[in-house]
């Protein structure tokens, strides 16, 4: 991993906790730091394409109800249901 050098301001209280974090698991600050930039980042992130593609069908029901919803999706995966 490449890694480029930044600024970035922090309110005294998260850091102390980075801090704290850093010396209880043997880890560095700055790791703790690239890797909760890069949680926020993979959390913010969109997509160009959906993450799910199937649909499932509800038989022309109005209301979906979680016992609706457990049904369609076993039937449409094959599965059948016992709840």
Partial sequence: MRLKR???YADEDDLALVKAAAERTGRSES???REAIHRAAWALRTWD???VTQ????GGKE?????AVREAVAEDSGHATDR
């Fill in 31 to 33: 790791e703790i730091i």
């Fill in 6 to 8: 930044t600024n970035v």
């Fill in 49 to 51: 394409e959906p993450v």
């Fill in 55 to 58: 649909t499932f069908h509800f």
């Fill in 63 to 67: 209301g979906y109800d979680t016992q």
